[in-house]
């Protein structure tokens, strides 16, 4: 919980670090699974440039860590940032949950 004492930088750190932290959890998940894995349902292509959108959004994140450390919590992520990777998580998500489903069916 946050005291109403808290300053704005310490607050958004305290809330965006964990958040990003989240988003390059499930990325790393993901891309190992979309590295190591056929995922037939997607096919080739589809598996591909899921990978490379998923490869880019870390980068993206990797970056909006490293801006926030440097600034010590002064610079935050717009919503309009936020909100496709949370929609890539989501879908790396399905994607996961539909390739295990498939899996223990054989």
């Known amino acids: 919980m946050f005291s109403s004492n808290s300053s704005e930088p310490e607050l958004l750190k ?6 990003l932290d989240d988003f390059q959890y499930w990325f790393g998940r993901s891309r190992t699974l979309l590295e190591s894995n056929e995922i ?3 096919g080739p292509d589809g598996q591909a ?8 959004a870390q980068q993206e994140v990797s970056t909006a860590q490293m801006l926030l450390k440097a600034t010590d919590g002064k610079v935050g992520v717009e919503t309009a940032v936020l909100m496709p990777w949370h929609r890539l998580v989501a879908e790396c998500w399905n994607v996961s949950m539909r390739f295990r489903a498939e899996s223990e069916a054989l």
């Open 40 to 42: 037939t349902f997607l």
């Open 14 to 19: 305290a809330l965006l670090e964990p958040l």
């Open 49 to 56: 440039d899921l990978l490379e959108r998923v490869t880019q």
